[in-house]
């Protein structure tokens, strides 16, 4: 079946530094791929999406590019701060024809920048 | 913009008892998702509805039931609680349109503890 594998946290890092989360995937079809990020005793919010290969989505400073050939979807930010500290959640959706499009996670990576 | 509204966002139940957890989705989307997250975990799909109807189920206990309602927001009944459903409850609601779903909006969850 579908899955998804990230890197494992926790990930801490100082304020301006360079952010990277990996993110592969297995999929039996061609797969929308989103980075959702859950901040302390919220929900989930979505951070940005792809829906095909060479996508690339972008928010906040956050980039994250659908790579089939290596079937990646890994989270970048050049320089991270304090506020972005949360778990992120990387996630495809992977529909069989005419099936619901339910949403399967990662473990998530919690990350703690500090000042 | 609305969001997704979740009720109750606490609530705690005594074991075997039962619990009716609600979810309003954003005005105008017609699917709505149930995932569980339990503690430190990534979020488990449960079932979905497409106007009115079931349209998938996952790893749903025998014990759940779930609907949609003419209004669109549906419910989640969880009969004989056990400790193991505590956990977080999310509704999530897309549009669906001839190319399938749109990117999911998450509410802010129901934390369901079970003592």
């Known amino acids: ?115 | 913009a609305a969001g997704v509204i979740q009720s109750p966002r606490h609530l705690i139940k005594e074991k075997r008892e039962t619990a009716t957890l609600k979810c309003y989705p954003i005005p105008r989307h017609d699917t709505v998702y149930w995932y569980q997250q339990g503690p430190g975990q990534d979020p488990q799909f449960l079932i979905s509805f497409y106007e009115k109807m079931q349209s998938d189920k996952g790893s749903i206990p025998d014990r759940f039931s779930a609907q949609q309602f003419s209004d669109y927001h549906s419910e989640l009944n969880m009969s004989s609680l056990e400790l193991g459903d505590s956990a977080l409850y999310f509704c999530a609601s897309s549009s669906t349109g001839t190319s399938g779903s749109d990117t999911q909006y998450f509410g802010p969850g129901t934390r369901l503890t079970v003592l």
């Open chain 1, 1 to 115: 079946g579908d899955s998804v594998t990230q890197m494992e946290g926790p990930v801490t890092l100082s304020e301006e530094a360079f952010l990277t989360i990996n993110c592969t995937y297995t999929a039996t079809g061609y797969p929308s791929l989103f980075w959702y990020v859950q901040y302390p005793g919220e929900g989930l919010q979505l951070l940005l999406k792809a829906t095909k290969a060479d996508d690339k989505g972008s928010n906040k400073g956050f980039e994250a590019t659908y790579r089939k050939e290596t079937t990646s979807f890994h989270l970048e930010k050049g320089s991270v701060q304090v506020s972005d500290s949360a778990v992120y959640f990387c996630a495809l959706s992977d529909p069989p024809q005419g099936g619901s499009e339910k949403l399967v996670f990662g473990k998530g990576t919690k990350l703690t920048v500090n000042p």
